[in-house]
């Protein structure tokens, strides 16, 4: 079956810890986002990328980092500096970046930190 | 940047048709309209897609006015299961993800 992954479902973390969240494709889709979510709202785009190697600041990106090294894979970090981490993160794919391009979310992952 | 603007929540009955309008008055030239379902604690799913006019698949239709400054989803007959957030997007074809934004969408409540 074709999917995303993210793993794991639930994270606890102490403050200041650097944390890593997975997420693979085996959709063969080239884009990949990462999304953060808080209660009650939308989902604002923290990272996306178009390519292997490559990849884009969305509009929270600062206290995140991301890598693509493989055209299925795009974990995410979430650092100590970022201010406020503790959110539901949800991983997507798509064929192209373009907004015109059906978007394929993973489960999430569901971060606390205390 | 076309914002888009949905109402916060919504009430219906089951069985009923359900349609939530979307608003995006500032919508450009290549934007497509696109419609995502979120139940809680999963990732969003696509429910549709349109340019202009309607659009229909197997699960909902989509109205789109000759001006496209706001779009309308309809659900037809919803049920229970139907109970979810409903997003509504504008973004450019050719352009970048970062003009993508999930607002806070439309929370549908289905009852008996």
């Known amino acids: 079956d074709g999917g995303i992954t993210q793993s794991p479902k639930y994270l606890f973390r102490k403050e200041g810890q650097n944390v890593t969240l997975s997420c693979e494709q085996n959709?063969?889709?080239?884009?990949m986002y990462w999304y953060r979510q808080d209660p009650g709202q939308g989902l604002r785009l923290i990272y996306y990328?178009?390519?292997?190697?490559?990849?884009q600041k969305g509009d929270i990106a600062e206290g995140y980092s991301v890598s693509r090294e493989k055209k299925e894979s795009f974990p995410l970090t979430v650092t100590s500096a970022q201010k406020n981490p503790t959110a539901f993160y949800l991983c997507?794919?798509?064929?192209?970046?373009?907004?015109?391009?059906?978007?394929?979310f993973g489960p999430g992952t569901r971060l606390t930190v205390t | 940047l076309a914002k888009t603007t949905q109402p916060i929540s919504m009430d219906s009955y089951e069985g009923q048709e359900v349609n939530i309008t979307c608003s995006h008055n500032?919508?450009?030239?290549?934007?497509?309209i696109t419609w995502y379902q979120q139940f809680p604690s999963q990732g969003p799913r696509f429910i549709i897609q349109?340019?202009?006019t309607k659009v229909t698949n197997e699960v909902a239709s989509l109205f789109i006015p000759a001006d496209r400054k706001s779009s309308t989803l309809s659900l037809p007959r919803v049920s229970l299961s139907d109970t979810a957030v409903y997003y509504c997007?504008?973004?450019?074809?050719?352009?970048?993800?970062?003009?993508?934004?999930f607002g806070t969408g439309t929370r549908l409540q289905v009852t008996l």
């Open positions: 997007l504008v973004g450019d074809s050719t352009g970048t993800a970062s003009k993508l934004t």
């Open positions: 959709l063969n889709h080239d884009a």
């Open positions: 349109g340019y202009k």
């Open positions: 990328s178009q390519i292997v190697n490559d990849f």
């Open positions: 500032n919508i450009a030239t290549n934007d497509y």
């Open positions: 997507a794919s798509s064929i192209g970046q373009a907004a015109s391009y059906e978007q394929y």
